[in-house]
């Protein structure tokens, strides 16, 4: 069974995401980040076959590190052990409006994200975590 937790970088899935992303030179990343969240959009369907919650959250998490406001989310990319950083090389504010779009289908309210939670404690975590994310893209995508 493969670890998941409430943060945006704390299951296998994301990880995984995270080390594919790696492997592709920053200034490749955000293009990589736009074409996942247009396939979201696109293929909504494919969900649980060509791509996960966990992942897509990961992914959207990427692009709040690089905005205003989501310098949480840039120290937890810097301090994973598991991938090497996948800091975005700039901000990307023209990422914020399809990556929000790509958190709603998996992670709004009673969305993927949100099932499976036991403990009422990690469901409120795993809330948090979505809220933190809509903020900074709200808030950082307009500056």
């Known amino acids: 069974m493969g670890t998941f937790g409430t943060g945006a970088f704390a299951s296998d899935g994301a990880v995984d995401f995270l080390e594919e992303l790696a492997e592709r030179a920053p200034e490749r990343r955000a293009a990589a980040l736009e074409h996942m969240f247009k396939f979201v959009k696109d293929k909504p369907e494919l969900l649980w076959r060509d791509f996960f919650p966990d992942q897509v959250v990961a992914a959207v998490a990427v692009v709040a590190a690089s905005l205003s406001g989501g310098e949480g989310f ?70």
């Open 74 to 143: 840039s120290e937890e990319l810097a301090d994973e052990e598991l991938a090497s950083d996948v800091r975005l090389p700039r901000p990307a504010p023209e990422l914020a409006p399809a990556a929000l779009d790509a958190l709603l289908f998996v992670a709004g309210p009673g969305r993927p994200w949100h099932q499976g939670w036991t403990d009422p404690g990690d469901a409120a975590e795993a809330v948090d975590t979505i809220n933190a994310l809509s903020q900074v893209l709200t808030e950082g995508g307009l500056a």
